[in-house]
């Protein structure tokens, strides 16, 4: 195997009642680099320890965004709409747009010209009107989002790390090493790839930073790859009201071919923030405090997800977000697991960066020598049961939302008995964490 270079409108109200379910989430990048050339490196110690912290004095004022920072957050749920419709299918699907967001940001920094140009223009970040993000303004998001992501809500767990395990043959450059470890908290770790407990070592990363969610990224270490970059977010929350495991019925879910299948179905009455679709229904489910949230894409009878998905982009899923209303919600949802494994390369190859899996790549930002990424890969977990739940919540949909408030809740029905689409999103930036489908199976 090709080493990876491994990387990682409303908002509810602080009482809203809301649904529960137990939902561990996770997604771990990789990318493996080659080297036509080599050098020498530094010897650097790597941070292996998991942040789980959460701060005990959560306030309401969450992250407070400029409009510049705004329309970053926009431009890379466009990006994250676009990464979804690539890589779903017939099967259940679960992805996260910001763990590759984050490879790819540091992927930028170790690149220049047009490799880093199509890399920041893929991920949204190139060509848009005057408030386009330079380098600099993507670095000091990413800082933001890692830093304050896990102090949202005492009742989710959010994990952000970066690593990058260097073969011991090559030297990166010192100015890549300060921007990812002070912008990317990313540990940079010189290693023997001709040992055996390389693998161990960053698998074992891999396993630590998502709770033994991910136990590994790699199976062997390619000897002659330049480095390893990678991602993991842990992601673990709890439903701001849970459901009550004597709901929970086996009850009959219709597949993509018509076929019935038995699922484990949720139950839950309350209020929740809900919204008509075109073709589709659509609620928020909060966790905890309400700083994170799930929002369900149910498609009408005789519609698919891929239909209601091709048109959704950040803009849109801002409007559909805003538009919601706090209504009286019979709410039904399968508990389910669902785990992937994600090539990448020609993924992102069709999304606009061909550039960084080429010859003609340019990584001189990363060290001297002529390097490629050989291949990007992605795993991914997410389990959704009655107990807990993780969720991200929306960003500038708050106000609007709540603006459109109805003088009397209207009473609908959401049974997700039928294949469907999941958003975890955090509320304040209105960032997308994960995103799938759920078919059955």
């Not at 992250?63 to 690539?86: P, T």
């Not at 070592?201 to 790699?218: A, E, F, K, L, V």
């Not at 009286?328 to 949802?333: A, Q, T």
Request: proline letters at 4%; aromatic letters at 10%; charged letters at 20%.
């Amino acid at each position: 195997m090709v080493p990876p270079f491994q990387v990682q409108k409303d908002m509810t109200k602080t009482d809203m009642k809301s649904m529960m379910k137990t939902m561990a989430l996770m997604g771990a990048t990789a990318v493996a680099l080659t080297g036509c050339r080599s050098a020498r490196v530094d010897k650097a110690t790597a941070d292996s320890e998991p942040n789980w912290s959460v701060s005990k004095d959560i306030d309401g004022s969450y992250l407070v965004l400029s409009d510049a920072q705004r329309e970053m957050v926009g431009q890379n749920n466009d990006f994250a709409f676009n990464l979804f419709r690539k890589t779903m299918g017939m099967d259940s699907r679960v992805i996260s747009p910001l763990s590759v967001t984050y490879l790819m940001s540091m992927l930028a920094n170790g690149a220049g010209g047009d490799t880093q140009q199509q890399v920041l223009a893929t991920l949204g970040w190139a060509g848009k009107g005057q408030n386009q993000p330079t380098l600099r303004n993507i670095n000091e998001f990413s800082r933001m989002m890692m830093e304050k992501a896990c102090h949202m809500d005492r009742d989710v767990k959010v994990n952000i790390a970066n690593y990058v395990a260097v073969n011991n043959r090559f030297k990166v450059n010192g100015e890549f090493q300060k921007t990812v470890e002070r912008n990317y908290k990313a540990g940079v770790e010189s290693l023997d790839f001709t040992s055996p407990k390389t693998l161990k070592r960053i698998n074992g990363w891999c396993s630590d930073q998502t709770h033994g969610m991910i136990p590994s990224i790699i199976d062997q270490v390619d000897p002659q790859a330049v480095s390893y970059l990678m991602n993991a977010i842990y992601f673990n929350g709890t439903w701001a009201d849970k459901f009550d495991k004597k709901q929970t019925k086996v009850e009959p879910f219709r597949g993509y071919t018509r076929d019935m299948k038995r699922v484990n179905m949720m139950h839950r009455h309350d209020d929740y923030y809900y919204a008509d679709g075109e073709g589709y229904q659509a609620v928020r489910i909060p966790y905890g405090n309400g700083a994170y949230s799930m929002t369900v894409l149910l498609p009408a009878e005789g519609k698919s997800v891929s239909e209601i998905m091709a048109g959704m982009n950040g803009e849109k899923y801002e409007a559909l977000l805003g538009n919601m209303a706090e209504c009286d919600v019979d709410l039904k949802l399968p508990r389910f697991t669902t785990e992937v494994e994600q090539p990448l390369n020609e993924v992102i190859a069709e999304l606009g960066a061909p550039l960084i899996f080429s010859s003609q790549a340019d990584f001189r930002q990363f060290a001297s020598g002529q390097f490629s990424v050989s291949k990007m890969l992605q795993k991914a977990k997410i389990e959704v049961s009655e107990e807990g739940t993780k969720a991200s919540a929306v960003t500038a949909a708050i106000m609007c939302m709540s603006l459109m408030q109805p003088e009397a809740k209207r009473s609908v029905v959401f049974h997700a008995d039928r294949p469907f689409a999941y958003i975890i999103s955090e509320r304040s930036t209105g960032s997308i964490f994960f995103m799938g489908q759920f078919t059955g199976e």
